[in-house]
């Protein structure tokens, strides 16, 4: 099969749409490996809102439990992703997702700005370290896919255009970021869990935290009071993702799906699970004894 051969089947397709699909393909197998690093990264943003960071931090989901809390995320928006919206697992998962939502008092300004996050961070890491820079057509489609997964959320004046998405989270952090201790916490419990990831588990764990550090933008770094590492080490770090990226364009191509859930960081459920058990009950745990 040739090297581009995914890439072009994805051409083919519309992404008004096809864009579930399109959106399929490339985290299953065109960027399995990159998706997972960049909306890894994606959640370091959402922390550094302080509304976002501090709930997280008073459930004690991202702090306590944050390798389950990880993995339900990861197997949640996966079902959502293989099986739709709609039908089956899929329907079951985004119920789920809604469910444990709507047990607290999200604003739409930040359930708006997380979706943002899913589409922007992508394509930016890829234009920095894929292998190949996201087409036109994924771009659309990514756009499009969670345009309509936000929809399903009840989430109100979703952007239009990846570009739209691109700006509004841009803005969005310019005026909401900020330091709190409870988002600082969140942030320092996913760099922990980050550290125990294969293959940063054969690194020390001060070296993968400062790997991190390397990876996150200004902004970020001063939102949590995260050190600046040296420049020659951030440079160092980034050429080598590229460096990487240069490489797997040599590999051929993906002939099996590499699903999110499947990846070797997802540990919380090696007999399998049940979808409608997966996540939070908060309204069971609030209940009387």
């Not at 293989?82 to 607290?104: F, I, K, Q, V």
């Not at 930016?124 to 969670?146: F, K, L, V």
């Not at 949590?224 to 590229?242: D, E, K, S, W």
């Not at 099996?256 to 990846?263: A, I, K």
Request: hydrophobic share 40%; charged share 25%; net charge positive.
């Amino acid at each position: 099969m040739p090297r581009y051969a995914v890439r072009n089947r994805i051409l083919e397709l519309d992404p008004a749409v096809d864009f579930r699909e399109i959106c399929r393909l490339m985290t299953t197998f065109e960027f399995p490996w990159d998706m997972n690093q960049a909306l890894s990264f994606a959640l370091f943003r959402t922390y550094a809102v302080p509304s976002i960071g501090g709930l997280l931090a008073r459930t004690g989901e991202l702090v306590d439990r944050v390798q389950k809390r990880y993995d339900d995320t990861v197997v949640l928006l996966d079902e959502i992703l293989e099986n739709g919206p709609t039908e089956g697992d899929g329907r079951t998962a985004l119920r789920r997702m809604n469910r444990m939502h709507g047990s607290y008092d999200i604003s739409n300004d930040d359930l708006r700005y997380v979706l943002c996050t899913f589409v922007v961070m992508p394509i930016r890491w890829m234009d920095a370290y894929g292998w190949r820079a996201m087409t036109e057509t994924e771009r659309i489609a990514s756009a499009n896919y969670y345009r309509e997964l936000g929809r399903h959320m009840g989430i109100r004046d979703i952007p239009q255009t990846w570009q739209a998405f691109s700006r509004h989270l841009d803005a969005y952090e310019r005026e909401h970021f900020a330091f709190t201790p409870e988002s600082r916490r969140v942030a320092d419990a996913t760099l922990g869990l980050l550290t125990t990831f294969p293959p940063n588990s054969l690194l020390p764990a001060a070296l993968v935290r400062w790997m991190s550090y390397a990876l996150m933008d200004a902004p970020l770094l001063d939102a949590f009071r995260f050190p600046h590492p040296h420049p020659a080490f951030r440079a160092l770090v980034r050429a080598g993702l590229r460096a990487r990226g240069r490489a797997v364009r040599f590999l051929p191509p993906r002939r099996r799906p590499l699903l999110p859930r499947d990846m070797p960081q997802v540990r919380s459920y090696p007999q399998g699970y049940d979808v409608a058990a997966l996540g939070t009950f908060p309204e069971r745990e609030a209940a009387p004894a």
